[in-house]
């Protein structure tokens, strides 16, 4: 059974620091890893998708990268601000589509 | 121009009652799911369903239930609601394809009383 963990649970920066989230899971059986952000009381956001076969995805400030043998996901934050306040929860896609979540790491970055 | 819509945003019921929540996609996806995100803000699958296959969480009670009317739609029926039921319940949808990404609703908040 398909395991996700994210380190750390919460995450306190002053604005303008470069930072990283983790994620790690149990089995590297996956087709892809997803990112998503939620903001308090919403949906989820899709960030960055990273297939199997792929080390890493970027958009903007964000870099995820993948190494599905040893079952790990660093999502990169350049240049954090206090907008990119949130809650970040990685996914790993298994059989049957399913996304199994990690917990999420709860991010502040303050002004 | 909303991607995935779910409605209500919010219920409030009793203990014991039947309540339906509802989801639509306009992204053209052929598969849909359901997500329940408990107090803990811990996010799981309970259902896929495309055409052709309705996987279910082994760890969901059969007083949940998917229907679909059209492939544009998954609407997710609770029968005798518990205290246990309440939650936050997204709907998401993609194509049916393993390199596809899921983009999921805004949630309903159920809370049973």
């Known amino acids: 059974k398909q395991e996700v963990t994210q380190i750390p649970a919460a995450l306190s920066v002053p604005e303008g620091e470069n930072l990283v989230l983790n994620c790690s899971f149990t089995?590297?059986?996956?087709?892809?890893l997803q990112w998503f952000r939620q903001d308090p009381g919403k949906g989820l956001t899709s960030l960055l998708l990273?297939?199997?076969?792929?080390r890493e995805q970027t958009s903007g400030r964000l870099n995820a990268s993948l190494d599905k043998s040893s079952g790990r996901s660093t999502l990169y934050i350049a240049a954090s601000q206090p907008g990119d306040s949130a809650t970040y929860l990685c996914a790993v896609l298994n059989a049957g589509n399913m996304l199994t979540f990690g917990g999420g790491t709860r991010l502040m970055v303050k002004p | 121009d909303t991607a995935v819509s779910q409605t209500p945003k919010y219920l409030v019921t009793q203990m014991g009652n039947d309540k339906s929540i509802k989801c639509e996609q306009n992204?053209?996806?052929?598969?849909m799911y359901w997500y329940k995100q408990d107090s803990k803000k811990f996010l799981k699958i309970m259902f896929s369903?495309?055409?052709?296959?309705?996987?279910i969480n082994e760890t969901v009670p059969n007083r949940f239930s998917p229907k679909s009317p059209d492939k544009a739609h998954l609407n997710l029926h609770i029968n005798s609601l518990e205290l246990g039921d309440s939650a936050v319940y997204f709907c998401?949808?993609?194509?049916?394809?393993?390199?596809?990404?899921?983009?999921f609703g805004p949630g309903t908040r159920l809370t049973v009383l």
């Open positions: 998401a949808s993609s194509h049916f394809s393993r390199e596809d990404e899921q983009f």
């Open positions: 369903y495309n055409n052709k296959e309705l996987i």
């Open positions: 990273i297939q199997s076969s792929q």
């Open positions: 992204l053209g996806h052929d598969t």
């Open positions: 089995d590297s059986a996956i087709y892809n």
